[in-house]
């Protein structure tokens, strides 16, 4: 996904909402970090980053019926899926197993391109702790890369670990030892030593 396709998918949610705003979580969110954080002359990023061709969207107000009226509208298999490659998947807060006020640290996506409409995306921090709560294989090599290139540091995401909402005591220290493992793998296959 792009970014533009990204934007056009922020302002068709808004438009087919009739909100000024979405909360943007999941692989996509990266998109505006990547932006942020490219440099002059803008740095090129893998694509694992880019590869997903679904967003996935909370309404501002997390209405489980406008969560059903983005997928019906702009969901998998729709007109829009079909006539653009992208899509997206209408989901809702609990949706993201993220730290505490992870919604304070997103990134405030506007532009013309998006007429208005906010696409508050979630912080890379955020989204790797959601995508390391989640543990789902597929996730590992864009974890990996946010490590490889510097859009998560070891201890930001250790701290935010033990801020997650509705997981035990037990799962928050596995979460942690899984995300030092994974440091510490990418660390090695760097070559470097261990982040402080």
Known sequence: MTEEQLEHLIRASGAILGDNAVLVIGSQSIIPWLRERAG?????????????????????????????????????DSYFHGSFGVYAQGVSLET???????????????????????????????????????????????????????????????????????????????LRAQIVGRFARMEKSMGKGPEI
């Open 40 to 76: 002059k002359p803008p740095r090129s990023w893998p694509g694992v980053f880019t590869l997903s061709t679904e967003a996935d969207i909370i309404p501002i107000d997390n209405d489980e019926k406008k969560a059903d009226l983005i997928d019906g509208t702009l969901g998998e």
């Open 96 to 174: 993201a197993k993220a730290p505490e006020g992870w919604q304070s640290r997103c990134y405030k996506m506007m532009s013309s391109n998006t007429s208005g409409i906010i696409g508050y995306c979630m912080h890379p921090a955020d989204l790797f702790i959601a995508k390391s709560v989640a543990n789902r294989p597929k996730d590992g090599p864009f974890l990996d890369a946010m490590i490889a290139h510097g859009l998560v540091k070891k201890g930001s995401v250790l701290h935010l670990s033990t801020k997650v909402q509705g997981i035990s005591v037990d799962e928050t220290k596995a």
